[in-house]
């Protein structure tokens, strides 16, 4: 093993760093709009703990009841717990890439967020379940071990996009990452921000008006990022935006719709199964859109962003399962994933 060579005896200066590297010696500014979204960040900022959960008395709620509410918050979750170590990916990505010093601390905050929320979720199951993990949970109804099953093979599914976005984020510039992201964020911003107009409990009215704010302040970075960065796009980088837009319609349909079953790897009951557990939940007046209700929400946030790529010319994929036409994209498999919500 040759020892690095002294280099600072034969030569003034170092030579250049190669990049990239993660360890930028700069605060540069440019985007304003990104420093005011930052300071939001920390105004707006909120503990999960802080919630009135002793206003929520689960022992109100049968078994039945509970099992069905904590299933709609594993759901969430399956989403919500991989954000974080998604969101740090991204957040390193913004060093090396020598981002601004604004942007690098508004990746950081999103990090953070969906650390609470992915909290949030724990908080909630535990309470429901008395078990702080609904995988191990032995379900003390019928509907709770069929509920449990599908919580089973979602988190199977959810896993395996783990390496490939591992694979992903040094592949695709923070551009292309960012229209996934908003992809996410648009859908959870919707979905928030009606369960906290429907929720009956306290608790879950106060974690639903945070976490949905919360959201769409991340819509805001990503769609603040798309201003700076979307015009200069390369055709490549608009051909895998549109590609990835197909793969996060059908990746995030099984929290915000219900998963298409060519692309998520599940059992036939499953979605009877997930009915079920929703007409429960809906019951013991915990709110949850209905399927036409979601199909509409889902429909509207799609055409959201549809009419942000059309400002720069890159072509929306066709999402013929809520009646939109575009560009025909087959062939996409969990690895290809990059959204998150
Ligand atoms: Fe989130
Ligand atoms: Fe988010």
């Not at 960065?229 to 895998?240: L, M, R, V």
């Amino acid at each position: 093993m040759s020892k690095r060579a002294k280099l600072a005896q034969d030569m003034e200066f170092p030579p250049e760093i190669e990049q990239p590297n993660v360890y930028p010696l700069s605060w540069h500014r440019g985007t304003e709009k990104m420093e005011e979204i930052y300071e939001a960040s920390l105004r707006e900022f909120w503990d999960p703990m802080a919630l009135p959960w002793d206003t929520f008395d689960v022992s109100k709620y049968s078994w039945e009841e509970r099992e069905a509410i904590a299933y709609w918050w594993t759901i969430l979750s399956v989403f919500d717990a991989s954000a974080p170590p998604v969101f740090a990916g991204a957040f390193i990505k913004t060093y090396e890439d020598h981002e601004e010093d604004a942007v690098r601390r508004c990746f950081f905050s999103v990090t953070k967020d969906e650390q609470n929320h992915e909290q949030v979720c724990g908080l909630a199951i535990t309470k429901l379940l008395e078990h702080p993990d609904p995988i191990t949970y032995e379900p003390k109804t019928d509907l709770g071990k069929r509920l449990q099953k599908n919580a089973k093979w979602l988190y199977y599914n959810g896993a395996r996009y783990w390496d490939g976005y591992k694979a992903a984020v040094p592949k695709y510039s923070l551009a292309v990452l960012f229209s996934s992201f908003l992809m996410g964020e648009m859908g959870a911003a919707t979905i928030f921000h009606q369960m906290a107009a429907g929720a009956k409990e306290p608790v879950f009215e106060a974690a639903f008006r945070n976490i949905g704010r919360d959201e769409g302040r991340h819509m805001a970075i990503c769609l603040t990022l798309m201003q700076r960065d979307y015009p200069k796009i390369s055709d490549e980088d608009k051909a895998t935006v549109t590609k990835q837009i197909r793969a996060g319609y059908l990746f995030l349909s099984a929290v915000l719709f219900e998963p298409p079953e060519e692309f998520w790897d599940i059992p036939s009951d499953f979605i009877e199964n997930q009915r079920a557990g929703e007409a429960v939940a809906r019951e013991a007046g915990f709110f949850v859109p209905e399927y036409e209700a979601k199909k509409e929400n889902w429909r509207k946030a799609m055409l959201n962003l549809k009419s942000v790529l059309d400002k720069y010319d890159i072509p929306f994929p066709a999402i013929p399962e809520v009646g939109i036409d575009g560009q025909e994209i087959t062939d996409i498999d969990m690895e290809d994933i990059i959204p998150v919500f």
